[in-house]
């Protein structure tokens, strides 16, 4: 019902800043909240931020608060995640997610019902 597609990824330097976008299609009226997840290689999924699509209320993982910021397009249906001051540790692939139950807990796989197809950021020392 809901298709996401990342993009924005790429190669950069230590300290360099980068934004992802991900845009939605389908039954994005639905939509209760997006989110990013991310993966290294060798390590698990894990929660990066989410944003409440209707008040945008945000949340972050602890790694990456105060450097990462993540907003919305309504009218274009795009959710982005801005990223600062960037560490070789935030290199993964970043998958963008989102959900359309009410109340779903932020930070839990548990709690994603569509995962678009990751855009990998590499940070090189």
């Known amino acids: 019902q809901v298709q996401l597609v990342e993009s924005g990824g790429g190669l950069v330097q230590t300290g360099a800043s980068l934004r992802l976008s991900c845009a939605a299609s389908g039954r994005t009226a639905g939509i209760y909240a997006m989110g990013w997840f991310r993966q290294a290689p060798g390590k698990e999924r894990e929660f990066v931020g989410s944003?409440?699509?209707?008040?945008?209320?945000?949340q972050y993982a602890q790694s990456v608060k105060g450097r990462f910021t993540i907003s919305r397009d309504n009218a274009k249906n795009t959710v982005y995640l801005q990223m600062n001051s960037l560490k070789p540790e935030d290199t993964a692939v970043y998958y963008c997610t989102a959900t359309t139950r009410i109340g779903a807990l932020s930070g839990s796989e548990a709690g994603v019902d569509y995962w678009g197809k990751g855009t990998l950021v590499n940070v090189s020392s």
């Open positions: 944003i409440l699509w209707s008040v945008g209320y945000t």
